[in-house]
């Protein structure tokens, strides 16, 4: 009892005070940004398949999430299909389209990617201000120019003009 009389009277002579918390909120509120922005900044997951050996760059550009082709010695393939096939460096006549220079199974898919990229922004922004197509290309180091060369002509005539070409750190 004596206890609970000593307290009360502590209690009596306590003023009470006002706790500011405007600096924990300004403190807080930058932690929530910063934590924000480490979670988005790029969580792409890159799958280089085993028969793909990438070229060594200096380059320190991050890949973008984008439209993924990996090109290996003999077929052009997206991570779930293999769109065609080719040997020695050249292409069946019947996967090439009539311009001769655009892959026909290549640009089937692309123009499918680009209607679904296409559906995601239909109503959020004309036409004219949609961001440009991008195209992720892992290539063996040892494919020819020319067989990039038809992919990069058939990307560009879907719509794809941004490339990045994934390489290993040299």
Do not use: C, W
């Not at 299909?81 to 996967?95: A, C, H, Q, W």
């Amino acid at each position: 009892m004596l206890f609970n009389k000593k307290r009360k009277s502590k209690k009596g002579n306590l003023k009470l005070q006002e706790i500011n918390i405007t600096p924990l909120m300004d403190v807080l509120t930058v932690l929530l940004f910063f934590l924000i922005k480490i979670f988005t900044v790029n969580s792409m997951n890159l799958n280089v398949p085993n028969d793909v050996k990438l070229p060594e760059s200096l380059s320190k550009d991050t890949p973008e999430e984008s439209v993924t082709i990996v090109v290996s010695g003999t077929d052009i393939r997206t991570e779930e299909e293999v769109l065609l096939k080719y040997s020695k460096n050249t292409f069946n006549r019947s996967d090439i389209g009539e311009d001769g220079r655009t892959l026909t199974k290549v640009a089937n898919y692309l123009k499918r990617e680009m209607k679904k990229r296409n559906q995601i922004y239909e109503g959020n922004a004309a036409p004219e201000n949609l961001p440009k197509g991008k195209i992720m290309i892992y290539s063996d180091k040892e494919v020819s120019f020319k067989v990039l060369k038809y992919l990069l002509h058939t990307a560009t005539t879907t719509g794809y003009s941004d490339y990045q070409f994934l390489t290993t750190k040299g």
